[in-house]
């Protein structure tokens, strides 16, 4: 049996892996927080790959907490860049596969097409360099690995954006929401399935991949169409990212460019209001 370690067990993306690896035979998936694994820890991790003969590691922890970031800088390198390049280092010495989950902030989003692969570099803040410098280290100390850098995700569990729209359309009767930062949300189920596909066919097309659902939207626009189809009565007013000032800077345009994915892993990607309606159902 194949052991598949999936760090950041409790957080949405593990759950929806947990959701759809069930009765998947030959493959025994750990789950694992900071209180089973700190993965900011060499020797931790190592330890815990022999015991466990690890085999493949989906890598879903990280500190996002884009805001929290920009003071709480060191907790954000140490899970981001360190833990990063610790299960590298792991699964380069026990011969384990890797896939980096990675985002979307490491662009500074003044581009006005979808972002590709290639495209340069430039976090406005903490969280999105720590994200970008995890992904060089995997890079450097295992470059047959997978790097799949995803937005706005969100799911029917833990908190999000979903959530908290959800949450407040309940309990108010109007809502601000910003509209000209522009990206595409992004179902974690969605892309756990490709996880999964990328596993369990032991894909070796290794490098950086872009994945979101498809279509563009604002913030403005998603909470929209989750109160349309929750038929909440709860009145959305757009507003300009500087009349709702954050700590962190966000990129103004963040939609990626997903032609190499579907490509390379021979797939389809769902429309993100298509998604959007299949979570709903879920957690309803």
């Given at each position: 049996?194949r052991?598949?370690?999936?760090?950041?067990?409790?957080g949405?993306?593990?759950?929806?892996i947990?959701?759809?690896?069930?009765g998947l035979n030959?493959?025994?998936f750990?789950?694992?927080d900071l209180d089973?694994?700190?993965?900011?820890?060499?020797?931790?991790?190592?330890?815990?790959?022999?015991?466990?003969n690890i085999?493949f590691?989906?890598n879903?922890?990280?500190?996002?907490?884009v805001d929290k970031a920009?003071?709480?800088?060191?907790?954000?390198?140490s899970?981001n860049e360190t833990?990063?390049?610790?299960?590298?280092?792991?699964?380069n010495?026990?011969?384990?596969?890797?896939?980096?989950?990675?985002?979307?902030?490491?662009f500074?989003?003044?581009?006005?097409?979808?972002?590709?692969?290639?495209?340069?570099?430039?976090p406005?803040?903490?969280y999105?360099?720590t994200k970008?410098?995890?992904?060089?280290?995997?890079?450097r100390f295992?470059p047959?690995s997978?790097?799949?850098r995803?937005?706005?995700l969100?799911?029917?569990?833990?908190?999000?954006?979903?959530?908290?729209m959800?949450?407040?359309?309940s309990?108010?009767d109007?809502l601000?929401?910003v509209?000209?930062?522009i990206?595409t949300?992004?179902?974690?189920?969605d892309?756990a399935?490709?996880?999964?596909?990328?596993?369990?066919?032991?894909?070796?097309?290794?490098?950086?991949y872009?994945?979101?659902n498809?279509g563009?939207a604002s913030?403005y626009?998603f909470?929209k169409?989750i109160f349309?189809?929750e038929?909440i009565?709860?009145r959305?007013?757009p507003i300009?990212?500087?009349?709702?000032?954050?700590?962190?800077k966000?990129p103004?345009?963040?939609?990626?460019d997903?032609?190499k994915i579907k490509?390379?892993?021979?797939?389809?990607?769902?429309?993100?209001?298509?998604?959007l309606m299949?979570?709903?159902?879920k957690?309803?």
């Amino acid at each position: 049996m194949r052991k598949i370690l999936v760090t950041g067990g409790n957080g949405q993306l593990a759950t929806c892996i947990k959701d759809m690896a069930i009765g998947l035979n030959g493959y025994g998936f750990i789950y694992v927080d900071l209180d089973e694994l700190d993965i900011t820890k060499q020797a931790e991790v190592n330890s815990f790959f022999e015991s466990e003969n690890i085999s493949f590691c989906v890598n879903c922890a990280a500190y996002t907490a884009v805001d929290k970031a920009e003071t709480e800088r060191e907790i954000a390198v140490s899970v981001n860049e360190t833990g990063a390049q610790n299960l590298a280092k792991a699964c380069n010495k026990y011969d384990a596969g890797l896939i980096q989950i990675s985002t979307d902030f490491v662009f500074d989003g003044k581009k006005s097409s979808p972002y590709i692969e290639e495209d340069s570099t430039k976090p406005l803040g903490v969280y999105g360099l720590t994200k970008l410098k995890g992904e060089q280290e995997v890079v450097r100390f295992l470059p047959n690995s997978f790097i799949i850098r995803t937005s706005w995700l969100y799911s029917e569990h833990g908190q999000n954006f979903l959530k908290t729209m959800l949450r407040l359309g309940s309990e108010r009767d109007n809502l601000n929401v910003v509209a000209d930062q522009i990206g595409t949300p992004t179902y974690a189920g969605d892309l756990a399935q490709i996880i999964l596909k990328i596993i369990t066919e032991d894909r070796t097309e290794y490098g950086i991949y872009h994945y979101s659902n498809e279509g563009v939207a604002s913030w403005y626009d998603f909470t929209k169409a989750i109160f349309r189809l929750e038929q909440i009565d709860c009145r959305v007013n757009p507003i300009r990212t500087d009349a709702y000032p954050t700590p962190a800077k966000r990129p103004a345009f963040s939609v990626m460019d997903k032609a190499k994915i579907k490509k390379e892993m021979d797939i389809e990607i769902p429309h993100w209001r298509d998604s959007l309606m299949k979570c709903l159902q879920k957690a309803r």
